[in-house]
């Protein structure tokens, strides 16, 4: 199709279209001109034998010579190009006629209107002019003469001729003096076209177009394009040092974590084994004093060995946390699909088993699945309902659910109680490690498991919050 074709040849057909254009209207205008004034002309010349031929024949009118009318239309043999002739009275009668050839059928002649003197018809092969003949400003009788527009069909024929000559005279001028406008106009633009090309190929920014001595538009595109490419190539050298020096801060936050894990772990190591022996002592020694020597402690002094007992077991629980929290960092996901419903009636099962005196209906939906670390998702769960379960226990009955919602074009899952619940105002406070809204002896615990949950959840690339009020219970929102 012409919008594939290249520039070049766009400014090739352009050049031929426009050239065509304007021959065919000109030589178009220069024909019908010419047609008009043959036309005209014939008519003249057939007006001026028609008058000819009534004033030689007036007398043979007034004098009913037919035969003197016809020896005086006979002189129309010295015209080739007319036809037939004729002189009529003016009631229509036929008084005196001239044919060339064998053809005797009359013309059909155009009416003279009243105050005409003559008139004429151009029919698709002939015209007929028609002329009164007056004798001191009396009408005495009408002639008319045919004549053929072989003379015209010929002329145009010519032009017809000329004008196609000169027109594939000058499309092959066009198509010689092409080059020319190609190499002007075309050339730059296909220069330009390449060196686009090469930088969207190569990324090589590097290289410019070849700059155009004169000063036209093609000229200013080029210094333009150049001068983009200049700019391109300053931020491409710019962002490859940036790129750089990130990969470089990268690979040293990398060994700095890498360090730092390393010493995590070690201090995880010793956590878990240089201070759990000392609690263990601390606890079992006071267990050996309250059992072996407790008839000779009096009631004091067996409380602040219990305390110490107490104080040691809360120790041992918040090193178990810690711990569960550093592993909840530094754990490796594995990304499985996972029934959450059947988890939470699991766990829900468990928190019944172990407490089968309470109260508390558990409304879990069926069917809830998501994508993501079986164990970590169990944990997040685990944390949720026995957080729920902790603290709905002040209640004589209970409700736990577990659901899915929908929120601002977001469906989370939930975890709702109508337990204690908490003052909004601290709700910031929820997450934090070690933070707690209530006292230990109202509900046990270390106030780490809701951060151990949003650790996890955050992970899995998701979000979580909550609402609540005092005594109006608390629900748990997660995304994942």
């Not at 014939?42 to 007034?62: D, E, H, K, P, R």
């Not at 490419?229 to 490859?240: F, K």
């Not at 072996?292 to 004091?300: G, M, V």
């Not at 659901?403 to 105002?425: C, E, I, L, M, T």
Request: glycine content about 6%; some cysteine; hydrophobic content about 40%.
């Amino acid at each position: 199709m012409f919008r594939d074709y290249s520039i070049s040849k766009k400014l090739t057909w352009m050049n031929m279209l426009v050239s065509g254009a304007a021959l065919l209207l000109a030589c178009g205008a220069f024909i019908a001109y010419d047609v008009i004034s043959i036309r005209d002309g014939m008519v003249y010349n057939l007006s001026m034998q028609a008058q000819i031929v009534g004033f030689n024949s007036t007398s043979a009118l007034l004098f009913n010579d037919p035969h003197s009318a016809e020896n005086t239309l006979s002189g129309l043999k010295a015209w080739p190009n007319i036809v037939s002739a004729g002189i009529n009275t003016l009631d229509g009668r036929a008084f005196a006629t001239y044919q060339r050839g064998q053809s005797s059928q009359t013309p059909a002649m155009p009416p003279i209107l009243a105050g005409q003197v003559e008139t004429y018809r151009f029919n698709r092969s002939e015209v007929v002019l028609v002329r009164r003949i007056v004798f001191q400003d009396k009408p005495t009788g009408i002639v008319y003469i045919q004549s053929d527009l072989e003379g015209l069909k010929v002329r145009v024929a010519q032009y017809l001729g000329v004008a196609a000559a000169v027109l594939v005279s000058s499309l092959l001028a066009v198509v010689l003096i092409s080059p020319v406008f190609r190499r002007a106009i075309g050339e730059p633009i296909v220069h330009l076209a390449g060196i686009a090309r090469i930088v969207s190929r190569d990324k090589d920014y590097s290289v410019r177009a070849k700059p155009i001595g004169n000063r036209d538009e093609l000229s200013v595109l080029v210094d333009d394009f150049n001068g983009m490419l200049s700019q391109i190539q300053e931020r491409d050298t710019a962002l490859q040092q940036a790129h750089d020096e990130l990969e470089q801060r990268v690979e040293e936050r990398t060994k700095e974590l890498a360090t730092t894990n390393k010493e995590l772990e070690a201090f995880s190591y010793s956590v878990s084994h240089d201070l759990r022996a000392p609690l263990r002592s601390i606890d079992g020694f006071s267990q050996a004093l309250l059992e072996d020597y407790s008839d000779k402690l009096d009631s004091a002094g067996r409380d602040h060995l219990e305390r110490v007992r107490r104080a040691a077991q809360r120790m041992s629980v918040l090193i178990d946390d810690m711990l569960n929290l550093s592993r909840v960092t530094r754990s490796v996901m594995r990304r499985e699909k996972l029934d959450l419903s059947a988890v939470a009636k699991s766990i829900a099962a468990d928190l019944q088993e172990a407490e089968p005196g309470r109260r508390v209906e558990f409304v879990i939906e069926s069917d809830l699945m998501a994508v993501g670390d079986s164990q970590l998702l169990r944990a997040a769960m685990e944390n949720l309902l026995r957080n729920s379960w902790k603290y709905t226990s002040a209640h004589p009955c209970a409700r736990i659910e577990f659901g899915k919602s929908q929120q601002n074009g977001k469906h989370p899952f939930f975890v709702r109680d109508d337990g204690a619940g908490f003052d909004p105002r601290y709700s910031d406070r929820l997450f934090g490690a070690f933070q707690r809204l209530h006292t230990a002896t109202e509900f046990p615990g270390t106030g780490v498991g809701l951060a151990t949950v949003q650790r996890i959840i955050h992970r899995h690339g998701g979000e979580i919050w909550a609402e609540g009020a005092v005594e109006k219970g608390a629900t748990f929102y997660f995304t994942l």
